[in-house]
């Protein structure tokens, strides 16, 4: 962990301030207010897509999986009802593409009840504030990941020499500077309900993100997973633009916790889920996940752990 050290020139009143770090404005020095909503400053466009992006699946009647370039949105409530949530919230600048998936499921000017996060890294965060300022909707977030969504901690960088493909080595121009919800983001409730998602309960399952979760419906066994496991492999641009379908860790140039992630897939492939949505890759069902999950967990160390890396060679937590 770190904290932000950046250089900031703001003009105010005829006058420029420099500042070290936001904290200088957020202590009222400045004008940035504490619950004013920002990205971090790295925040960007991040120029990569697959042949899914734009188009949704329908896993079950009320639950549907959009892709937005290369993570995936998951809209949770029957479209008859007018009642859901939106967990997760896409890629940078990708306000637009979700308000337009969302209308077209649930009707013009349709809004969630909330925005629930599996995590906050930047592929999941990337719209949220339009979202959150258009809808004034609430966030949910587990407890410990609620320091990377109020501006308080970075993620760790990520790491362009794990073992992998193109999108590891691109992984040093992924944004981790927090980004700021203020009060708009609240910690899951403690008992682990989720807030209007009735029937699923979260999970923490940590190892990529320290307050990652995954949601988990025990009457059909539906599983939104976040990127605590993924369906694809997500380090390597061509399997990510043609979105070629095989079980996966989570991603490797982001996941500092390994012995976590391992307890978390474990956690999971327990549930003997029927249906899963991951942040990355297409929906998987039925035995073909019953058999893949249980290889993961099986094979954990050879098809999700790297073999090289800083988050394995013991050069960083
Ligand atoms: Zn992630
Ligand atoms: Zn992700």
Not at 7 to 17: F, P
Not at 279 to 285: D, K, L
């Amino acid at each position: 962990m770190k904290t932000k050290q950046t250089n900031s020139l703001l003009r105010m009143d005829n006058t420029i301030y420099v500042s070290s770090t936001r904290k200088f404005f957020a202590e009222g020095r400045g004008v940035l207010l504490e619950n004013e909503l920002y990205y971090g400053e790295d925040y960007k466009r991040i120029p990569a897509t697959s042949i899914e992006s734009g188009t949704g699946t329908e896993v079950l009647p009320d639950l549907y999986c959009y892709t937005v370039q290369i993570v995936n949105i998951v809209l949770v409530g029957h479209p008859a009802s007018k009642e859901f949530v939106l967990v997760d919230a896409g890629m940078p600048y990708s306000a637009e593409k979700i308000i337009s998936a969302i209308e077209e499921r649930f009707g013009p000017d349709s809004r969630p009840k909330a925005i629930i996060l599996t995590h906050g890294h930047f592929d999941h965060v990337g719209a949220i504030i339009e979202l959150v300022k258009r809808w004034n909707v609430p966030v949910y977030a587990h407890e410990l990941e609620l320091p990377y969504l109020t501006g308080k901690t970075c993620y760790t960088d990520p790491d362009p020499t794990v073992e992998g493909g193109m999108v590891s080595k691109m992984s040093p121009m992924f944004p981790v500077d927090p980004i700021n919800l203020g009060n708009h983001v609240k910690p899951l409730p403690s008992d682990g309900s989720v807030p209007h998602m009735t029937n699923f309960r979260w999970i923490h399952t940590p190892g990529h993100s320290p307050g990652h979760v995954s949601f988990f419906r025990d009457k059909d066994k539906a599983l939104i997973a976040g990127d605590a496991f993924v369906t694809v492999k997500q380090e390597y641009l061509y399997k990510v633009f043609t979105q070629e379908q095989e079980i996966s860790g989570p991603p490797r140039y982001l996941t500092p916790d390994w012995a976590a992630s391992q307890e978390s897939v474990k956690k999971l492939e327990a549930l003997k889920p029927s249906f899963a949505i991951t942040g990355h890759g297409m929906p998987m069902e039925g035995k073909l996940l019953t058999d893949s999950l249980r290889k993961l967990v099986d094979e954990f160390e050879t098809i999700a752990v790297p073999e090289y890396g800083k988050f394995v060679d013991g050069n960083e937590n």
